[in-house]
């Protein structure tokens, strides 16, 4: 099942067309709208698209919240309409909700394939284990839009102490582009003329920011595919739907 978009926009349609709004009313509004839509994700593996929920985005919501009522408190201290600039602090919200670690968990399962069940938290891979797993998964093709070399980040920052897997896969290695999403809310709060319109455009910018985010599945190989010398597989993920 892939994201809740049309319940999502039709919510928003319904909120913005009522007569009386307040900030704290839209704040808690929106991060909650997106927290519902976005639970019942699919990851857009190399190998199929799986859905793997998220089970703690209502944990989460503070992060979405606090950054959006800065980013209303700048805009009522302001003489001119907001720039997009001005949405960076919420779109980099947005990268650290789904952020490993300090944002939400995505489900392990069920396991993407060819893998039979997720790698634990505390497992120990060895350098090489893991060098030939990135290698054999085309990890060092996949360029995302920081530059980054993405298997740098990866033995850095989703495993560490030669090495110890420290997050439970799926693992968010990039999580999005933070300046085109302000870009995008920066046109749907700012370019859209009526309730309708608005809502179609968060939806749009969501989407696009969604199908941006990178990362790897780290799991057990199912004892049915092929045997090579590892025990487990890492497979890539390009997007979320």
């Known amino acids: 099942m892939a994201a809740l978009w049309q319940p999502f926009e039709r919510s928003v349609v319904e909120f913005l067309t009522r007569t009386t709004l307040s900030q ?16 019942p994700i699919s990851l857009k593996y190399s190998t199929g698209t799986i859905t793997q929920p998220v089970v703690n985005g209502v944990l989460r919501q503070k992060i979405l919240r606090d950054a959006m009522t ?12 907001l720039a997009f600039i001005d949405y960076l602090p919420v779109a980099a919200a947005f ?8 944002g939400v968990t995505i489900s392990p399962l069920p396991a993407a394939p060819p893998c ?20 054999f998964a085309g990890v060092d093709q996949i360029q995302p839009a920081t530059g980054n070399d993405l298997k740098a980040k990866i033995i850095s ?23 085109q999403l302000a870009k995008d809310l920066h046109f749907a709060m700012s ?6 319109t608005t809502a179609k455009n968060l939806v749009t910018a969501f989407q696009n920011h969604l199908s941006s985010i990178i990362g790897i599945y ?22 979320i739907s």
């Open 70 to 81: 800065q980013m209303l408190n700048t805009n009522s201290t302001k003489n001119d309409d």
């Open 95 to 102: 990268m650290k909700y789904w952020t490993p670690g300090i």
């Open 157 to 179: 920052s989703a495993i560490v102490n030669d090495p110890i897997v420290i997050f439970p896969s799926p693992i968010v290695l990039f999580p999005g582009n933070p300046i």
């Open 191 to 196: 370019k859209s003329f009526s309730p309708q």
């Open 24 to 39: 704290d009313k839209f704040v808690k509004f929106l991060a909650g709208a997106y927290t519902v839509a976005t639970t």
């Open 218 to 239: 780290i799991g057990f190989k199912d004892p049915a595919t092929p045997p090579t010398p590892l025990p487990f597989t890492i497979v890539v993920f390009n997007g």
């Open 116 to 135: 039979s069940a997720p790698i634990v938290a505390g497992y120990v891979i060895s350098q090489s284990d893991l060098n030939q797993a990135l290698d």
